[in-house]
């Protein structure tokens, strides 16, 4: 019994292993590699990788695809608030990375898709073949088609952000107006949380502590919004009274 279960794993392997070989090309195994190398490593401090030479774009393309994933991993890895620079520079190179072209006609929609395909790559670890769609994905949306560009937004659940040339925050789009970090209730860094605010096309977030006593990851979330062009309000929660008449507020 044993030894048939093994056979068959080895046939599901190979033939997964074949499937991947027809539907993906080379680059596309090798930037997933890399994905998985980065997020195996330690945290680094990020650096962003000139060009000495402009070259082709099938080429640029997969830099970018390395540099916006690498700058991901440091962000949804790291939360301690010694490392929050780290944070705000990958931050940074996501930013640049993403919106690299001016030329298309959907320039911060082409950005949103190509963040949001290389973070689910990552989220995607331990699933090769998931990862591998996400990154075929990210070279779809790059070239900034507005057919594509709709159709992934609309499979997604995003909504379309206007094309005028103005950051999030003067577009007087959505906003979330209760979210924790790391400091607090949540689970993810302020810059972790921009991204997705910045993915979900929003205009404006409140992010509330029980405290502010740690300067450096306020400090993250108003240099973050600058960077992401995002609105970013501090909430103050707490409560007054004892007992049963205690209140609650922000």
């Not at 060009?51 to 393309?61: I, Q, V």
């Amino acid at each position: 019994m044993n030894k048939t279960l093994t056979i068959q794993s080895r046939l599901t392997a190979v033939l997964n292993d074949f499937i991947d070989w027809v539907s993906f090309d080379d680059e596309i195994g090798t930037v997933v590699d890399r994905l998985n190398q980065t997020y195996e490593e330690p945290i680094v401090k990020p650096i962003l990788r000139r060009p000495s030479h402009p070259g082709g774009f099938r080429r640029e393309l997969g830099k970018r695809r390395v540099s916006i994933a690498e700058a991901y991993i440091i962000i949804a890895k790291s939360q301690a608030p010694e490392l929050y620079e780290a944070r705000l520079d990958a931050l940074r190179i996501l930013v640049e990375q993403s919106l690299h072209a001016k030329n298309v006609t959907m320039p911060i929609n082409t950005a949103r898709m190509q963040i949001f395909m290389m973070k689910e790559a990552v989220n995607a670890y331990g699933n090769r073949r998931r990862q591998m769609e996400f990154v075929a994905d990210f070279g779809r949306v790059s070239f900034g088609n507005e057919v594509v560009i709709r159709s992934f937004l609309k499979k997604n659940g995003l909504i379309e952000v206007p094309e005028e040339d103005k950051p999030l925050k003067q577009l007087g789009l959505g906003w979330d107006d209760h979210l924790h970090d790391s400091l607090s209730d949540g689970r993810k860094a302020p810059s972790q949380i921009l991204i997705d605010a910045f993915i979900r096309g929003l205009s404006c977030i409140t992010l509330v502590y029980n405290n502010i006593e740690e300067s450096r990851i306020i400090s993250e979330a108003i240099t973050g919004g600058e960077i992401m062009g995002i609105a970013v309000e501090i909430g103050i929660e707490f409560s007054v009274g004892v007992g049963g008449e205690r209140r609650h507020y922000m």
